[in-house]
């Protein structure tokens, strides 16, 4: 499975961004999807996660009410919704895919990454 994120760029805070993420995989629709981000000289964070059909989702607290987590299986697209962005939402921003049903926040859960697009929120 490959993934390409996209949609990063510069915002100030307050802003909005919509991330999108393109798999190549043509059974997309079996695969939990996520999206994690990175900070400089921080550890990977978990951000959302959502299930094969879109009907589960979990958020990390610091994003809920923010950010919103949805897919489209006709198109092998997942997307994550970034509003009323904040300073400390500056990060490298990942999506991953994990092969089986349960929904997870841990990064080890996931099997294939993209590459990374940055999110850079200012003041």
């Known amino acids: 499975v490959q993934l390409q994120a996209s949609g990063g760029g510069l915002v100030q805070a307050g802003g909005s961004l919509r991330l999108s993420c393109a798999a190549s995989?043509?059974?997309?629709?079996?695969?939990?999807m996520g999206w994690f981000r990175q900070a400089p000289g921080k550890e990977r964070e978990f951000v959302a996660t959502?299930?094969?059909?879109?009907?589960?989702?979990g958020y990390v607290d610091s994003v809920k009410g923010r950010f919103t987590i949805s897919r489209d299986n006709d198109r092998n697209m997942v997307y994550l919704q970034m509003n009323s962005l904040k300073l400390e939402d500056t990060a490298v921003y990942y999506c991953?895919?994990?092969?089986?049903?349960?929904?997870?926040?841990?990064?080890?859960?996931?099997?294939?990454w993209g590459q990374g697009t940055l999110v850079t929120v200012s003041s």
């Open positions: 995989t043509p059974t997309f629709d079996t695969y939990v």
């Open positions: 959502i299930s094969w059909n879109g009907g589960r989702t």
């Open positions: 991953a895919a994990h092969d089986g049903v349960a929904t997870h926040s841990m990064p080890g859960k996931y099997e294939y």
